[in-house]
Structures are given as C-alpha cells and as structure tokens.
C-alpha cells in the first residue's frame, strides 16, 4: 500500500509506520498551557531549535492565544510576534515550520518569511485564507471550532458530534479543492477542545477513523488539554501520561498522523516505539 503523502510546498512528508510530530512555539503572553514563556523573538526561535533536537518533525508557530475567552490579537501585534521567529526558523532549521493563525494576511507575510504550512482553526472558511495557500501551495491544517475561542465552551451542543464534524470535512475538502487547494495538501483536525464538552471530545477520540477514512492525515492535537485534566485530576503540568496515552491509542488504531504536541522529547519517543511495532507486524 502507498504512504498517506502530505504536501507542503516544495516537498512531501510520507506518514508512515509512526506519527509525526508536530512541536508547538507559542509566541503569546496567554496560551493555557506556557503563555508567556517564549513571547520573545530569540527564546521563541531557540525553543523551537530545542523542539528541533528532540525530534519534532514540524514547528508550529503561533501568536495568538486560542484557548476558551481568549482575546483577539491585532493583527499588526500578531505579525510582530510571529514573522521574525518563522522566519528565523525557516532559515535555521530544515523542519517545515507552519503558521497557527486564523488571519490571512498574517498567514501570507509567513508564508512569505518561509513558512510551508498553514495550520487555521477557523477552518478555511475564509476565502482569502484559502488564497493566501494557494497562491503558496502551502500545506494546511483544516480545523473544526463550533463559534470562535471566546464563544466555543458556552455550551457546545451537537445531534451527533461526529458526523457533523465529519460532514464539516467533507464541505471543506471540495471547496478547498475547487479553489485550487488539491486534497494532497489537506490535513485534518477535529478540534479537540474546541467548542466540544467533555463527550463530544471522547465521542471524537473514539472515531477518529471517520476522519482518516476521507484518505487525509489526521492530526490530533491533546496535549495537556482540559478534557485530561477532568478525567484524571491533574494540573496542566502533570498531564503528559494522559497526553501520550490519548495520542498512542489513536495513532496505533491508524487514526492519527501528527500529533500536535508541547512535549516533543517524550512524544517522539513513544512515536518511534510505536512505528517500530507497527513495522514488525505480520
């Protein structure tokens, strides 16, 4: 069977026996899990040269909080904090660095400064978002949110949460394409978090496979969340057993691709382990 292939620009990453790993830089005061640490330009390039040398894959770069209540970010501010450390990385590292915004012409000036991926929680439902990466042949993140980070937890509500976010995919995937964004481009994340409660997010967890039998790479994104919190009583900083587990059952069922994580040490770790299992498979 052919690798599940995603397209960035000028290269293609094969998801094989193991998940990628995606390594978060929050250049932002107020991200929920380490707001603050890395708003500078040089601690956030030097964070994501670490990310790097523990075995990221991708560099997630982003300047704008999107946790529940978070505040809007000018998008000058936004352009402040991100374009020089995408553009630092770019340069420094051979890791495709992608861009976590919902602002187009944010995402433009970074694909510009040599982002190659542009990771949109709004979805691409922003036509001018969809040109900026196409007119970069940019690789993207498709991302489900029921309203926006300032409305998504006041009581999230779905007749059937997995078939809405599926259907939601399906709706982007053919505008994506007619607007010259080929499917091979796509990646998929169902927005864990986002705008869902407690069972929404496990329903989504529990079949993850909807989403991956599109023929697009998943990617999940669980690190440190809330929903791990609840179920285990543990602070943000004591979440990354939960972290792991929820990431390795979805990418062994084959259901997650990247893994969109702020441990990048342990996640590529238990990666490789489980891509060699997968390897020895009869």
Request: neutral net charge; glycine residues 10%; aromatic residues 4%.
């Amino acid at each position: 069977m052919d690798p599940l292939r995603w397209h960035l620009r000028d290269r293609a990453l094969d998801l094989g026996p193991r998940p990628l790993v995606m390594g978060i830089v929050n250049v932002t005061p107020d991200s929920f899990s380490d707001g603050g640490h890395f708003l500078d330009t040089a601690a956030a390039v030097e964070h994501g040269l670490k990310l790097v040398a523990e075995g990221a894959d991708i560099l997630d770069v982003g300047g704008e909080s999107t946790r529940p209540g978070a505040e809007p970010v000018p998008v000058d501010e936004e352009l402040r904090r991100v374009v020089p450390v995408v553009a630092e990385l770019a340069r420094r590292t051979q890791v495709p660095v992608s861009v976590d915004t919902m602002k187009p012409h944010v995402a433009r000036r970074c694909l510009e400064a040599g982002a190659a991926v542009v990771n949109d929680v709004a979805g691409f439902r922003d036509p001018e978002m969809i040109r900026a990466a196409a007119d970069h042949r940019a690789g993207v993140v498709v991302m489900h949110m029921r309203g926006t980070p300032q409305t998504m937890q006041v009581n999230p509500w779905y007749a059937d949460v997995v078939r809405e976010v599926r259907a939601f995919f399906e709706e982007r995937l053919r505008v994506l394409a007619e607007s010259g964004i080929p499917p091979g481009a796509v990646c998929l994340d169902p927005g864990i978090g986002f705008g869902k409660a407690l069972d929404h997010n496990l329903d989504l967890l529990a079949n993850l496979g909807e989403f991956a039998a599109l023929g697009r790479p998943v990617c999940l994104g669980v690190s440190r969340k809330g929903f791990i919190g609840k179920l285990c009583g543990r602070e943000k900083h004591e979440r990354l057993a939960g972290s792991l587990a929820v990431a390795c059952i979805a990418a062994a069922r084959g259901a997650a691709h990247v893994l969109r994580v702020h441990d990048v040490a342990a996640t590529r770790d238990a990666a490789v382990l489980l891509g060699a299992i997968n390897r020895s498979r009869r």
